[in-house]
């Protein structure tokens, strides 16, 4: 676990918030900054950019998970959110509002580092996963354009669908491309001449 994480600590409670500074320092993370309300929370984020932020809050509501979300930005950086009490629809608010960890039972010294490397292990999980998907689309979106280009070849040039991409990939070679930009640059030119 990297010693050199910057963490945003949410505490209203100063006794409280002294244990989880305590309980962060001895776990070996030292770069803490402790906030007392979530109002300060977009400031601080702007001033600091932190690797992960830890909200505890008695009762939150599903409103405030949704802006805490917002504000945390919790799909560039792990969230751990710990509350006192916790009922099914809020467990599934947390989720959905892309919380890293929600913890229930409130936030003990001794569970800070296991809480803090899982929320860490599921953002990247997620965070590949999400990476995997917009890979996945972009390759569905760049054959899409690309069968449209055979297309236009094989209706202009009379020509078989394997010729068509066998003309759009030495065109590309030719001119140092990639066949996704000879073939869109195809797409837009026809466009442009309907």
């Known amino acids: 676990m990297d010693a050199d994480l910057k963490i945003i600590v949410v505490e209203p409670d100063l006794a409280k918030a002294q244990d989880i500074i305590d309980g962060l320092r001895e776990s070996g993370w030292s770069t ?3 906030i007392s309300t979530i109002a300060k929370l977009a400031a601080t984020l702007k001033q ?17 998970l949704e802006h805490l979300s917002l504000i945390s930005d919790a799909k560039s950086r792990p969230v751990a959110m710990f509350v006192d009490h916790s009922d099914e629809a809020m467990t599934r608010a947390a ?8 913890v229930v039972n ?7 580092r296991p809480v803090l490397e899982t929320a860490i292990a599921r953002f990247q999980v997620r965070q590949k ?3 995997e998907l917009d890979a996945a689309k972009r390759a569905l979106s760049d054959r899409k354009v690309i069968d449209r280009a055979k297309g236009l070849l094989m209706r202009a040039r009379g020509i078989s669908e394997d010729e068509a991409y066998t003309l759009l990939r030495k065109t590309a070679m030719d001119q140092g491309r990639k066949v996704i930009d000879v073939a869109a640059a195809l797409v837009t030119a026809a466009d442009l001449l309907q």
Not at 49 to 59: E, G
Not at 95 to 102: P, T, V
Not at 106 to 112: S, T, V
């Open 32 to 34: 803490v900054t402790l």
């Open 48 to 64: 600091q950019d932190p690797d992960i932020i830890l909200i505890d809050l008695a009762n939150p509501d599903r409103d405030t």
């Open 95 to 102: 989720i959905s509002a892309g919380l890293s960890a929600y």
């Open 106 to 112: 409130g936030l003990q010294k001794d569970r800070i």
């Open 129 to 131: 996963m999400q990476s």
